[in-house]
């Protein structure tokens, strides 16, 4: 059974440029979350989702971010017009409905040159 | 919201050493705690969670201590070795899934040979 799947890995944008990031959760889980680790720091929330539902996006910026899950597919992080504030390593983890436990993916590195 | 404090956040000990990192939590509802362990560049991964139902969880070398009252929980490693070294993240949520978790600062842990 694979784990939770996260690409690309690594991802050099430039300023003004929009970054996609992808993450498949591993098979019969249904929920989804993304988080931030900046450099030294630990992971902070932005979004939580279910398929095709966004169920909590407290912690994401109110601009230039989104996040989807499609009924097919994986789910996808966008930030849109990168600014050097945005690097980072970005996380999804997924969890089967009614778990308390959250599998992390290996992450994507942002970097906005 | 949730507010989780992690102390120390570097720990050097000797190998075979006893390691424990602390952490607070805010809000009096959070009855979820995991434990995360994460190298370099790699993802976070669970190793050991406790429920606000028990006041201590063991699993071979770790073991987790909860104490509701005070709003707080430590992990213990025993008998440490040089595999231990990495950062250690506590973190807290709501039980019944689907809820965001909330992490603390990290603890870079550094066994020593």
């Known amino acids: 059974n694979a784990g939770v799947m996260q690409n690309p890995r690594h991802l050099v944008r430039r300023r003004g440029q929009e970054a996609r990031l992808r993450c498949s959760p591993m098979?019969?889980?249904?929920?989804v979350y993304w988080y931030r680790q900046l450099p030294e720091e630990g992971l902070k929330f932005m979004v939580y989702l279910q398929k095709e539902n966004i169920i909590d996006e407290s912690g994401m910026p109110k601009e230039r971010f989104s996040a989807e899950f499609p009924k097919e597919g994986p789910s996808i992080l966008r930030i849109q017009q990168v600014v050097r504030g945005d690097s980072a390593a970005y996380f999804c983890?997924?969890?089967?409905?009614?778990?308390?436990?959250?599998?992390f993916g290996p992450g994507t590195r942002l970097t906005v040159l | 919201g949730e507010n989780v404090e992690q102390h120390p956040s570097t720990l050097s000990v000797q190998e075979g050493d006893s390691a424990v990192i602390k952490c607070t939590y805010s809000?009096?509802?959070?009855?979820?705690f995991p434990w995360y362990k994460q190298e370099l560049g790699k993802r976070p991964q669970l190793i050991i969670d406790?429920?606000?139902?028990?006041g201590e969880k063991k699993d071979q070398r770790i073991a987790v201590t909860l104490n509701k009252t005070a709003k707080h929980f430590s992990l213990h490693i025993t008998e440490t070795q040089p595999e231990d070294s990495a950062v250690y993240f506590c973190a807290a949520s709501l039980t019944g899934g689907g809820n965001k978790l909330t992490f603390g600062t990290g603890t870079q842990l550094k066994v020593e040979l």
């Open positions: 098979k019969g889980h249904s929920h």
């Open positions: 809000d009096s509802a959070s009855n979820y």
């Open positions: 983890a997924s969890s089967p409905g009614s778990s308390d436990e959250q599998f």
């Open positions: 406790i429920r606000s139902n028990v």
